[in-house]
């Protein structure tokens, strides 16, 4: 049997659970920090930088401080042809923030992400767990008021 | 183990079921080209340059990540072959930002002498932002120059299969990819020590051996 097919190229240590166990910690601290990180990397025998890389790969799993709520704009295709692009305009202009920032009362970040699954309601963006459809750039200070 | 007969270029060729069809042609003496394989290593198949055409088979193959099938039909070099290794190459370079024009070391640089093979000049390709990382000296072993690495993941594979150290990983996604150390971070001596194998194995030039450590000659102390 020659080197193809012969398991994943990260095995070490226990992998399958990482995923579970990084959504576990985000429930409890509310985004991951390097504490966070290297206490699971103790905990699952995996390196600090293969558990990073996983985290960072997700756009729900923020590793960097976090607001205490965390927008997400949608920018594929279908949000990007329905003027995603003003709604996240409009978002900075509220904020005074870029996409990747949070604001200086660690109230709000902002992220534009890949797919949200609402196609249907393009532009859309999501705030904590909240779908918001149907976007227009007027109607963002309203929806961010009320997180204020 | 059964074997399994197949046609590369034309020449048949018995070999062992689960062979890869790279480890097929080199058996019967034909070239192909590799980039993101390490030999004994489990493929990875990230950089798509192996690929070859199988009858039958809609799309190119990778060559060093595919297993050989009973009647399988391999060309390495058809026209349609060369033109995507072309673009491929071209697409890695468009990736690659190092200063290769000062670099005394180019010859070395494997994506440069791909390019060379297969006279892939500059990349038509804009690009919105410039993958551009500061070069990191803080180790004494290891320069990482991370603007000039196209993420083969070589380093990372040999660092885990070879070194058994675990101190690289790819981390973020898409054009914001790249190889991570700890949170991140700096590759210090705590993390990385002087084995030197993600030197030996990067093709680009993005791990090099430090200033320093290259011109330390003479040994240990007795």
């Given at each position: 049997m020659s080197a193809a097919g012969k398991g994943t190229l990260s095995s070490t240590g226990n992998r399958a659970e990482l995923l579970a166990l990084l959504k576990q910690e985000l429930g409890k601290n509310g985004s991951l920090s390097k504490t966070v990180l290297t206490s699971l990397a103790d905990k699952t025998g995996l390196p600090l930088n293969e558990i990073y890389g996983v985290s960072t790969f997700y756009a729900y799993l923020p590793v960097a401080a976090a607001g205490k709520n965390i927008i997400r704009v949608c920018g594929c295709l279908p949000c990007d042809l329905k003027d995603a692009q003003g709604v996240i305009g409009s978002i900075k202009k509220e904020l005074g923030i870029e996409p990747g920032q949070t604001t200086a009362d660690a109230r709000f970040s902002l992220e534009q992400v890949g797919c949200i699954g609402a196609c249907d309601q393009a532009p859309a963006m999501m705030i904590n767990d909240t779908v918001y459809g149907n976007l227009t750039p007027a109607k963002i200070a309203e929806i961010l008021k009320s997180f204020k | 183990m059964a074997n399994v007969r197949l046609s590369i270029d034309g020449k048949s060729i018995k070999v062992r079921d689960g062979t890869t069809i790279l480890e097929a042609a080199e058996a019967c003496g034909i070239t192909i080209p590799t980039f993101c394989?390490?030999?004994?290593?489990?493929?990875?198949?990230?950089?798509r340059v192996c690929v070859v055409e199988v009858k039958g088979s809609k799309t190119l193959m990778g060559a060093c990540h595919t297993p050989v099938a009973?009647?399988?039909?391999?060309?390495?070099?058809?026209?349609?072959?060369?033109?995507?290794?072309?673009?491929?190459?071209e697409l890695m370079l468009t990736g690659h930002t190092g200063d290769c024009v000062n670099d005394t070391n180019a010859e070395n640089c494997v994506l440069h002498n791909l390019a060379s093979d297969y006279q892939v000049g500059a990349p038509r390709f804009n690009v919105k932002a410039p993958r551009f990382y500061p070069a990191e000296e803080s180790n004494p072993y290891v320069r990482r120059d991370l603007s000039k690495c196209v993420l083969c993941r070589k380093c990372v594979k040999a660092c885990h299969e070879i070194a058994r150290k675990d101190v690289l990983s790819v981390g973020y996604r898409g054009f914001k990819s790249k190889v991570v150390t700890g949170f991140d971070e700096a590759l210090n001596?705590?993390?990385c020590r002087d084995c030197g194998i993600c030197i030996e194995h990067c093709p680009t030039g993005a791990m090099s051996a430090a200033p320093g450590f290259k011109a330390r000659k003479g040994g240990a102390v007795r």
């Open positions: - | 394989h390490i030999k004994g290593l489990l493929p990875t198949g990230v950089c009973e009647g399988m039909i391999v060309s390495t070099h058809t026209p349609r072959v060369v033109a995507a290794r072309k673009v491929i190459v001596t705590e993390a």
